[in-house]
């Protein structure tokens, strides 16, 4: 069975903390994975988008990296700013069609 | 930046009631989705749409649920009986083939 798994659930950090988001995946026969931001009541952002082939993707103060044959990926997050604190999901793509999600990591970053 | 609306944003039903969750995805992508969210719990997937057709459906999307692509812009989710297990958060989402975009959904309660 394909299964995304987040942890830790919750995390809480001061302003300015470097921090890691890990995600794990069951199934290494994935075709992307994709994480995503979600504030309470809204839809879900796309953060970042990596290919099966790719190792890491970058986007300003994120960077997350995808380790297939662990089965592991881990969105970090540079000078935390209380404009971060959301829930963030990771979704791995295992058919092209149908994206598993974690059920996701609350942040907050305390200012 | 173009985006996936969703209408409405909230409805309200009785129970036994048909409910048509509309979206309109980004103009130029191929692949169209939905995704539901039950207060709480992870974000699941209902059905993919590809070329007029349901490429993927889970075993969510049961014989009272279909979707429907009327005319070039709209991908409607109906759910002919609804039941009170069916209160949720419904996403659309939209894609090239790869990265997913996500509307900001359709709330819907069942009374």
């Known amino acids: 069975k394909q299964e995304v798994t987040q942890i830790p659930a919750a995390l809480s950090v001061p302003e300015g903390e470097n921090l890691v988001l890990n995600c794990s995946f069951t199934?290494?026969?994935?075709?992307?994975l994709q994480w995503f931001r979600q504030d309470p009541g809204k839809g879900l952002t796309s953060l970042l988008l990596?290919?099966?082939?790719?190792r890491e993707q970058t986007s300003g103060r994120l960077n997350a990296s995808l380790d297939k044959s662990s089965g592991r990926s881990t969105l970090y997050i540079a000078a935390s700013q209380p404009g971060d604190s959301a829930t963030y999901l990771c979704?791995?793509?295992?058919?092209?069609?149908?994206?598993?999600f974690g059920a996701g990591t609350r942040l907050t970053v305390k200012p | 930046e173009p985006e996936v609306t969703q209408t409405p944003s909230h409805q309200v039903t009785q129970m036994g009631q048909e409910v048509i969750l509309r979206c309109v995805p980004i103009?130029?992508?191929?692949?169209f989705y939905w995704y539901r969210q039950i207060l709480g719990q992870k974000v699941e997937f209902l059905v993919s749409?590809?070329?007029?057709?349901?490429?993927?459906k889970s075993e969510i999307f049961d014989d009272q649920f279909s979707v429907e692509r009327p005319d070039g812009s709209n991908f409607t989710l109906k759910i002919r009986s609804t039941k009170l297990e069916d209160s949720a958060m419904y996403f659309c989402?939209?894609?090239?083939?790869?990265?997913?975009?996500f509307g900001e959904g359709s709330r819907l309660t069942v009374l």
């Open positions: 989402a939209s894609s090239k083939g790869g990265e997913l975009f």
């Open positions: 199934d290494s026969a994935i075709y992307n």
């Open positions: 990596i290919q099966s082939s790719q």
């Open positions: 979704a791995a793509d295992y058919n092209n069609n149908d994206m598993r």
């Open positions: 103009s130029n992508h191929l692949y």
């Open positions: 749409f590809y070329n007029n057709e349901i490429s993927e």
